[in-house]
């Protein structure tokens, strides 16, 4: 998601509260049609330029929005699903697309809500985190799921026979989603941020560690712990096999880099060698 001014930022924040309260007691199905019927608004709002516009547009009054939202929307959609979109369109936007990629994130945080009443929210984590690893290894696949003139039902069927149903149906459809998305955005990233959205609902944050060896589940949980005193707070690792560091771990927390690999200091020394 694209960085956004703080009105918009408030208004996601009271979004999230009103999805939240939705949720709370939901069933899995109805928390997945929640979901469901959310892109369903976003794919609409993506389609109709003019109704994007008017219900974002802070110079409406807000009463006038939600009656259009009712308009167009009352009756299509469940009372649930209503409830979060009326918040949103009488809430303030920076702009129009804050509140598309508003509406895009709540629907995406219903559907890891049913891996979390399923007790699968950790392994869909670590799904999308390796899917995006994956696609990271594999440029022409990347190219060819991001294909726009290629039709969408192609590169879905791609993906499916890329996964082969070894995911959790979580994982799955949210890939999909990002795959069928007009918005463009290469599906390597797009795991990546649903990663992190995964690790944020169980209230973790991610280190991505890059290892030449496989780490040994005490090795990992030892180090969760580590960097959970350092940082204060919960870490989820996800955890990418590189050999080519040799030995030792590179971890990256948010913007932070600790370059503990042997190539890392072997590439610090030769900057220092005099030119």
Known sequence: MHYMQAA??????????????QLDGMSERDAQTLGEQLFAAVD???????????????AR???DRVRLLEAVLGGQI??????????????RWSQPRDLVDSVELLGQLALLTVATKQDAIEDV?????????????????????????????RRVGLLRSVLASKVHP???????????????????RAAEELAELAAASRERSVARVATPVALTDEQQRRLADTLSRIYRRPISLQ????????????????DEVIDGSLSGRL?????????
């Open 239 to 254: 955890v990418d096999m590189r050999p080519e560091l040799v030995g030792g771990l590179v971890v990256q927390v948010g």
């Open 44 to 58: 609409l709002l993506l389609a109709e330029i003019v109704l994007r516009r008017h219900l974002a547009d802070p």
């Open 125 to 153: 984590e670590d799904e999308l985190f390796r899917v995006g690893r994956l696609l990271d290894r594999e440029p022409r696949l990347r190219t060819l799921l991001a294909e726009r003139a290629m039709p969408a039902e």
């Open 8 to 21: 918009s930022r408030g208004s996601l924040a009271q979004a999230r509260d009103r999805l939240n309260a």
């Open 170 to 188: 979580v994982t799955e459809r949210l890939l999909v989603r990002a795959v069928q998305s007009p918005q463009g955005r290469s599906l390597d």
């Open 61 to 63: 009054p807000t009463q």
């Open 267 to 275: 590439s610090d020394a030769l900057q220092r060698l005099p030119k």
């Open 78 to 91: 469940g009372a649930p699903a209503l409830d979060v979109l009326t918040g949103l369109v009488g809430s």
